[in-house]
C-alpha cells in the first residue's frame, strides 16, 4: 500500500512541476518590449541562468571567481541581512 501511495505522490509531484514550468513559460512570455526583455536578461545575469535554465527547473549555479559583480554583491547583502537579524 505504501508503494501506491509513493507513486500517487510522485505522480502529482510531476504533475506540479510541469504545471509550473508552464506558468512560467506564460510569464516569461509576457516580456514582450525590448525594454522588458532586456529587464528579464540582466535579472537572470545577475544569477548566472538563461531562459533555458529557469524552463529547465535548474538552480542559480553556487558563487564562483567567474560569477558577475552585481550577484557578489547580492549575496553579500543577504549574508549581512542574515548576520544582523535577531535569532530567533
Known amino acids: 500500500m505504501e508503494s501506491l501511495h509513493a507513486l ?8 506540479d512541476a ?3 514550468r508552464a ?3 506564460r510569464e516569461i512570455l509576457d516580456y514582450r518590449t525590448p525594454a522588458e526583455r532586456e529587464e528579464l536578461m540582466a535579472i537572470l545575469e ?3 541562468m538563461t531562459i533555458e ?3 529547465a527547473g535548474r ?3 553556487p558563487l564562483s571567481v567567474d560569477s558577475s559583480p ?3 554583491e547580492g549575496a553579500w547583502e ?3 541581512l542574515d548576520l544582523t537579524s535577531p535569532e530567533d
Not at 500517487?8 to 504533475?15: L, S, T
Open 8 to 15: 500517487r505522490d510522485a505522480v502529482r509531484m510531476r504533475y
Open 18 to 20: 510541469r504545471r509550473r
Open 23 to 25: 506558468r512560467l513559460r
Open 46 to 48: 545577475r544569477y548566472d
Open 53 to 55: 535554465d529557469l524552463l
Open 59 to 61: 538552480q542559480p549555479p
Open 70 to 72: 552585481t550577484r557578489w
Open 78 to 80: 543577504e549574508i549581512v
